[in-house]
């Protein structure tokens, strides 16, 4: 009995098969989790979610998954380049089949000794509260249909909806909080230092002007952000746009998301009241191993002990790797253990190439 985790596929179907020979993944024994991104890009996305099925594989949706399901229900048009015809050509019983699959996967996995995620984790949440954040998403995710497909991703990107929803009635509220836990889970990769006067994603049009809008009192007692529990101080902010190498950029307030004990040391140098008893600065760190996909540009970058990196770029040419996932615990301040836990159990090179 071995858990194994295999990073972003994206349609890289041999490779896949390939990979599950090279750790002898025995399905009457062993589980095997993705994180993420099936489909999207490669070649043989069809291929990839019957061998997710047919290995009882346990998935976290992505970013191009949530793409395809788009897709697949009306509400988007897919671009030549997302290679989704093969599964957008079935009758509708079939895309049904695979939908309902994808649907039934959820943000998540949690387990005894680790998380898994397909972009990232927010560090502000109680461990409670990632359980429970990702239970609702999932649960509600499940329920759609075209109808929901084509209100809420219907040609949009997830901020636009985020920017679009207001703060009037209790559906509102909660779908907010519904399209800020995926962007957390299937997109983000920096998080910002802003002030309330800033810009930002997760407030239209800006924090001040909400904040005028609204009023302080009733704003705090809707809480309708999982992400800003004080709009009177600094927060971190998702950044969506960036999608470079893992680095800090200091001067713009930009971190990785994993970079949270930095980032706090680093603004507290520039002012203590901006960190200190402040609920936004609230960075608790996670109580188990991160596995996340999405940033194939962490390959090969020295991430913090306890957050692993999966995606190793397979279907831009480089290769699909596979990871053995802890069955137990882990003491998080064992940190030449938690980098084990980053070294890769299995690789096969990439057959995608490109002209
Ligand atoms: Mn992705």
């Given at each position: 009995m071995a858990k194994y985790l295999i990073g972003d596929?994206?349609?890289?179907a041999d490779e896949f098969a390939q990979l599950l020979e090279k750790i002898n993944f025995n399905p009457a024994e062993d589980e095997l989790y993705l994180a993420g991104?099936?489909?999207?890009?490669?070649?043989k996305p069809k291929e990839v979610l019957d061998l997710a099925i047919k290995h009882n594989a346990k998935a976290v949706l992505g970013n191009y998954d949530l793409h395809f399901l788009a897709c697949l229900y009306g509400a988007r048009e897919a671009k030549e380049?997302?290679?989704?015809d093969s599964l957008l050509n079935l009758n509708p019983e079939e895309k049904q089949y695979y939908a309902s699959w994808l649907q039934e996967q959820g943000f998540v996995r949690e387990d005894e000794g680790f998380y898994l995620v397909h972009a990232s984790l927010d560090p502000t949440w109680l461990p409670e509260q990632i359980t429970d954040i990702a239970q609702q998403a999932k649960e509600f995710f499940k329920s759609w249909g075209a109808e929901e497909f084509k209100r809420f991703f219907g040609g949009k990107q997830f901020y636009i909806n985020l920017r679009e929803l207001?703060?009037?009635s209790h559906e509102e509220i909660f779908l907010r909080r519904f399209f800020e836990s995926l962007l957390v889970f299937t997109i983000c990769r920096f998080r910002q230092f802003k002030t309330l006067e800033e810009e930002s994603i997760l407030l239209y049009p800006s924090a001040q002007q909400v904040l005028d809008t609204i009023g302080k009192d009733k704003l705090q007692k809707l809480a309708?952000?999982?992400?800003?529990?004080?709009?009177s101080k600094a927060y971190f902010d998702l950044n969506i746009g960036l999608k470079g190498k893992?680095?800090?950029v200091r001067e713009q307030g930009l971190y990785p998301w994993f970079e949270f004990a930095r980032a706090k040391a680093e603004r507290t140098k520039d002012n203590v009241r901006q960190v200190y008893k402040n609920p936004n600065f609230n960075f608790l760190g996670f109580k188990k191993p991160v596995y996340f996909g999405h940033?194939?540009?962490?390959?090969?970058f020295p991430l913090p002990p306890g957050f692993i990196g999966t995606d190793t770029s397979c279907v831009f040419g480089d290769r699909l790797t596979a990871y053995k996932l802890p069955e137990f615990s882990v003491n998080m301040q064992d940190q030449a253990f938690l980098l084990t836990?980053?070294?890769?159990?299995a690789e096969v090179k990439s057959t995608i190439k490109f002209n």
């Open positions: 596929i994206h349609g890289c991104d099936l489909v999207g890009r490669g070649p380049s997302d290679n989704f207001g703060f009037a309708p952000s999982l992400l800003i529990e004080d709009y893992p680095e800090a940033w194939s540009l962490c390959n090969g836990l980053a070294q890769p159990i």
